[in-house]
């Protein structure tokens, strides 16, 4: 069988050398070519119709920024960035997701043999999901998937998403989606509804286009997508720009209401508690749990724990099962809970686990979610 035909496009050789290790550690994975700049990028791409690509930010003769939007409306192609910029210009990563960029991965931008494999277990589930997803890629930008003939011919329900433990680099074992922080049951009742919200890939998009008509007078809203430590500031502002109610990141000890919004805190968890019938959030440090912090599965724990049959449930397109977990607590404690469905998902991993696992009411296209809300509020 055919693998995922993966090509970097990055200045550093020392980059593209550790890309292609990883990439090849993979038997899944080849990594076809590379190039120092997008200018030198542009023959090969044709030469190798890569299936997906790795995009660096700062290079010589052309920026990736520049280069990603001459890709998406020239040659459209799955593009994953990798560039140490994201971590001190956070802009660029929502930039790119708008853009047209499947995610983004962090570069090491000092040592980068430091955190080497959890860095290698993040990058090769990024680019097998941007490959399982290409055909909705594909058809949002309105052109027809390339696809090879023959015995080249590869299927992405073929693909496992998971990266194995090979030689060279060890998959980084992460928490499972048992771990959960311990919450103590509270006899108050909160007064209001709450919408507490769950997103990962493509969540950022989703969440402006699920969000953009909600006003004032809805119910508070909570949300954790899943963002590293500071990059939730920037789009907490951009969201807060965007909508036309209040948000703002979460911070320990604040209370929300009607017409706001929190968003978790990168690299915090986030959960909601009640004091004197009114939300406020709780935010505390902690290990990762299913994988991932802020986590989806501790706040919508703690939803089941606080707000019970006052929580409305909302899990939206995400790699992965974070989420599913605590969905069913808060189906089983009594809120009414909405998935988005598979046709609209940049990936449907976190929504087809919740579903599977019994804790949504409801399965709906992303425009639909917000008004079905509102009708339980």
Avoid: W
């Amino acid at each position: 069988m055919s693998k995922i035909k993966v090509m970097s496009v990055d200045d550093s050789a020392l980059i593209r050398q550790l890309l292609t290790k990883i990439v090849s550690s993979d038997p899944a994975l080849e990594m076809v070519g590379t190039a120092a700049n997008p200018i030198l990028a542009e023959s090969k791409i044709k030469t190798l119709k890569p299936d997906i690509l790795t995009l660096d930010i700062e290079m010589p003769e052309m920026d990736g920024i520049t280069y990603l939007k001459k890709l998406m409306l020239n040659n459209p192609i799955p593009v994953i960035m990798f560039s140490s910029l994201l971590e001190k210009h956070r802009e660029f990563a929502l930039d790119a997701l708008n853009i047209g960029a499947f995610d983004y991965v962090i570069k090491p931008s000092a040592n980068v043999r430091d955190g080497v494999e959890e860095l290698a277990t993040d990058l090769v589930e990024k680019i097998k999901n941007a490959y399982a997803n290409r055909a909705k890629f594909y058809k949002k930008h309105g052109v027809t998937m390339p696809v090879e003939s023959g015995e080249s011919t590869i299927h992405a329900s073929s693909i496992s998403l998971e990266a194995p433990q090979t030689s060279g680099f060890k998959v980084f074992q992460k928490n499972s989606a048992d771990i959960m922080l311990p919450l103590t049951p509270s006899r108050e009742v909160p007064l209001d509804k709450i919408i507490l919200i769950g997103s990962s890939t493509g969540g950022t998009e989703a969440l402006v286009e699920c969000l953009k008509n909600v006003t004032p007078s809805a119910p508070p809203i909570v949300i954790t997508q899943h963002m590293p430590e500071h990059f939730t500031t920037s789009f907490a502002k951009r969201l807060n720009n965007v909508l036309k109610i209040e948000v703002r990141e979460s911070e320990d000890g604040m209370s929300v209401g009607r017409g706001q919004a929190i968003l978790s805190r990168g690299a915090k968890h986030t959960m909601i508690k009640v004091k004197n019938g009114k939300y406020y959030v709780e935010v505390r440090d902690g290990e990762p749990v299913t994988r991932h912090r802020p986590s989806v599965d501790v706040l919508f724990r703690s939803g089941a724990v606080y707000a019970k049959n006052k929580a409305i449930g909302i899990i939206l397109t995400g790699m992965g099962d974070d989420g599913a977990n605590g969905m069913k607590e808060m189906h089983d404690a009594g809120a009414y809970n909405i998935a988005q469905n598979e046709e609209t998902c940049t990936v449907f991993g976190m929504p087809k686990e919740a579903i599977a696992r019994g804790g949504v009411d409801e399965i709906l296209p992303l425009d639909k979610i917000l008004a079905a809300a509102l009708k339980k509020a």
